[in-house]
Structure formats: C-alpha cells, structure tokens
C-alpha cells in the first residue's frame, strides 16, 4: 500500500478536462466535495461517446461548479452518423452549461475506429462548433500531420479556438497550434519519469496559452501514480507545472485560471 501524501491547498483551480462519469473509487458527491475542500473551483466534464451525450449534461445539473462539452472520441468515430450530429445540436440549442465541443480528434495510435471515419468525425464537430461559436477540444495521438492540416483549415473559420488536451504530441504541432490561437493542456503526463518530451514541450508555451488537467480517472499524477486519477489531484501536476516553468506556484495558478475562463467563458 503506498503511503498517503497530504494533497496541498492552493488558490482557486479549474479542472479543464475530466471524466466524472467515469471515476469509480468514490460517489459523485464524494468526489466533489473533495473537489471543493481543495479549491478546485469550476470542473469540465468531456462527453465522448453517444452514450454519455445527455449523461454530462444531467451531471452538470446537480453540481453547479460542474459544466460539461458534447463530442465524439475518435475511438468512438465509427458510430459517427446524421444521428450524433443531431443528438449534440439539440443539446446545444438547449443547455446553458456546455462550454465546448469534444473530446474530438484523431487516434492513430489504437485505431479503434478506421481514420477515414475519424477525419470525417473530425471536421463534422468543427463545422459544429463554428456553427455554434465554441471552442473545441482535440485529442491527438500520433496523428499530427493529419490534425495539422485540419487545423489549417478550420482554425481560419473558427471564431473561437480550443485546446490540444493531454498533449504528448511534436513541438512542430505545438507551434502550429499555439501560431493559429490554440491552448496547450497539461496533466499528470509531465510527472511521469519518461516523459521528457511533454515536459521539454511545455517549456516552449507561452503562459498565457497552458491549460491544467488530470483527464481523470486517467493518468494519476506522482505521487498517487497506480490510483485511479480524480481533479483534486490537480495541485500536484501544478507544483511540477510551476518548477520546470520556474515560476511560483501563485504566479502559474493565477495565469492558467484566467487562461481557462479566456477559453471557455464560465
């Protein structure tokens, strides 16, 4: 068993990206209100199947910090229709406490859904979330010539841009992303030993573009690295956000607090 580390408190933080609908260790109102006795403020619940579409959206109503997005996961591309496209629209013209649209984007790595598929889902939820003025949030895994030509194309259209989240991808796409308006999302990634690539990333983004995440149930965070992720983890991927950016940790959560509300106007 590994020894329990106190979770520090610091000023307000905003959960950009998790997945309340999947944790599992602990109720939804367990989780929350560890949520809030560690000043996690606002949190982003990410659709990313049919299935769980209305389901965010319930959730959203019975915590009022929690708001939500609508979007398919390339893994889930294949189920993609005229249908899904209809299902998000109406929750659109009727939900208040949607912020985005995504999880969106491509997965080169699992292939759960063919890529043509993908791609089509892709530019589908772009074209909505231009429709509808809202930023988007993309998922790529070794996808990055694919996702920098889409975003070429869309960005221009796009009055609101989005966030790469998790990102693990090339500084070429970074730099892409970051040059057509882009934020850049950090989780529990930049913790791990092996992940020397996603912390040298990191080092390139401006502050004013870095968003923080767990992706829980995902991707725990050192030191709780084993146990299932949840969103008051989040001041840890922070301490180690603010020591390889070599900033204090009130100047970092100052900044990326503003960065979130900027994105997805709460």
């Known amino acids: 068993m590994k020894k329990a580390v106190d979770i520090p408190i610091f000023s307000p933080i905003i959960e950009t990206h998790f997945h309340l609908d999947m944790l599992k260790e602990m109720s939804f109102d367990e989780t929350m209100a560890k949520c809030r006795l560690h000043q996690i403020e606002k949190l982003i619940t990410i659709s990313t199947a049919e299935d769980n579409l209305d389901l965010v959206i319930q959730l959203t109503k019975t915590y009022p910090e929690l708001y939500c ?66 930023p988007v949030v993309i998922h790529t895994r070794e996808a990055d010539q694919d996702t920098m030509a889409i975003l070429i194309q869309y960005a221009p259209r796009m009055n609101k841009k ?39 990333v990191l080092t390139h983004v401006p502050l004013d573009r870095i968003l923080l995440e767990t992706d829980a149930p995902f991707l725990t965070p050192i030191p709780y690295r084993g146990m299932e992720n949840a969103p008051f983890y989040l001041p ?31």
Do not use: C, W
């Not at 063919?114 to 809202?134: C, T, W």
């Not at 057509?180 to 690539?197: C, E, M, P, S």
């Not at 301490?239 to 106007?265: G, T």
């Open 69 to 134: 997005t609508q979007g398919i996961h390339p893994h889930d591309a294949q189920d993609f229709s005229n249908k899904t496209i209809a299902m998000i629209k109406n929750n659109l013209n009727q939900h208040a406490k949607i912020v985005a649209i995504g999880e969106i984007g491509l997965d080169y790595h699992y292939n759960k859904s063919p890529r043509e598929q993908q791609i089509y889902a892709f530019k589908e939820q772009l074209e909505l979330a231009i429709l509808y003025d809202l």
């Open 236 to 266: 840890f991927i922070a301490m180690k956000m603010a020591d390889i950016l070599n900033i204090s940790i009130e100047d970092l959560l100052a900044r990326v607090y503003k960065n979130s509300h900027d994105l997805f106007h709460f």
């Open 162 to 200: 989005g966030v790469l989240h998790s990102f693990t991808s090339s500084l070429e796409l970074a730099k892409l992303a970051l040059d057509l308006g882009f934020y850049i999302g950090f989780n529990g990634i930049i913790t791990f030993k092996n992940a020397d690539n996603v912390r040298e």
